[in-house]
């Protein structure tokens, strides 16, 4: 699926984009067509009218073409919303792989290209709006982690866990918004699944307790099935958000609950879309898990 010629010197930005695009080709088409879509608008930004530039951005829009219409029924490729959320979910696992790890005290060379990676690929979440100040923030330290220990494996130094301290033990602000080239950096490809094991993923948020000592996170979203449009549970009643227990007659779940959220949250995403037969299918699959019928 690859074939992507090498990337001029006036474009030598979106290098990182490539790299990562090549890496997901025979693996996971839709961060393989996004990646490649982000490169491409980036890259027009910097040079779009040398012949090297030109060669380069037809050759990516040609293949860019080639992959949506060999998977124009994949939503995720050819809906923004849905796009969004499976690279977001994708970064996230990523992310909180390499910061267990980090933690943990486990530093190798997957660290380094879990955190590398979910950092370039928070960029991609900006082809479909302004990122959330969480995100931003997941974005800049994972970048920042990367080349810290790329660095120190680099220069034969054992890396400090978690996020960067100033002498008064505070987070080091001036560390993370420190910038360094991160050219190429020799090491392998991840496991395709390295986060099997973990525990599933929180509903809702993860806010950091002390912002001022630790780095924010983002939040740790489970997503639904990604083929389907998300939405926003903001809209959802206050009774459905908050954390329920049984029912008043006993026989409902946590999970019955949970189930009901997921049929909402469809519903309200057929709504953005105009779809009224969609949305009423899974209201009335959500009333029904909520009947017990």
Request: with cysteine; aromatic share 10%.
């Amino acid at each position: 699926m690859s074939g992507i010629p090498d990337v001029p010197p006036p474009l030598r930005a979106v290098a990182h984009y490539i790299k990562i695009a090549n890496e997901y080709a025979s693996r996971d088409v839709v961060i393989y067509y996004w990646t490649l879509y982000y490169a491409i608008q980036h890259g027009m930004t910097l040079d779009k009218s040398s012949p090297p530039a030109i060669q380069f951005l037809t050759t990516l829009l040609a293949t860019l073409e080639k992959v949506k219409k060999e998977n124009h029924g994949n939503d995720a490729v050819t809906q923004d919303i849905v796009a969004q959320s499976y690279i977001e979910n994708h970064a996230l696992k990523l992310f909180n792989y390499a910061d267990k790890l980090d933690k943990e005290g486990n530093f190798g060379k997957n660290v380094v290209k879990a955190f590398y990676t979910s950092g370039h690929l928070f960029d991609i979440l900006s082809t479909f709006g302004e990122l959330d100040e969480n995100i931003q923030s997941a974005k800049k330290y994972a970048k920042w982690k990367a080349t810290y220990i790329h660095n120190c494996l680099k220069n034969g130094e054992t890396p400090v866990a978690g996020p960067p301290k100033s002498e008064g033990g505070n987070l080091d602000e001036d560390a993370l918004n420190y910038q360094t080239t991160f050219d190429n950096p020799t090491v392998p490809t991840i496991p395709q699944q390295p986060y099997n094991n973990f525990p599933p993923q929180p509903y809702g948020f993860s806010q950091p307790t002390n912002p001022i000592n630790t780095v924010p996170h983002p939040p740790q979203r489970s997503y639904p099935d990604p083929s389907i449009p998300q939405t926003s549970t903001s809209n959802l009643p206050s009774t459905m958000i908050s954390n329920p227990g049984a029912s008043s007659s006993g026989t409902l779940t946590l999970d019955d609950f949970m189930e009901a959220r997921k049929y909402v949250k469809y519903a309200l995403s057929a709504l953005d879309y105009e779809d009224a037969k969609t949305a009423i299918e899974n209201m009335t699959k959500a009333m029904q898990v909520l009947q017990k019928k």
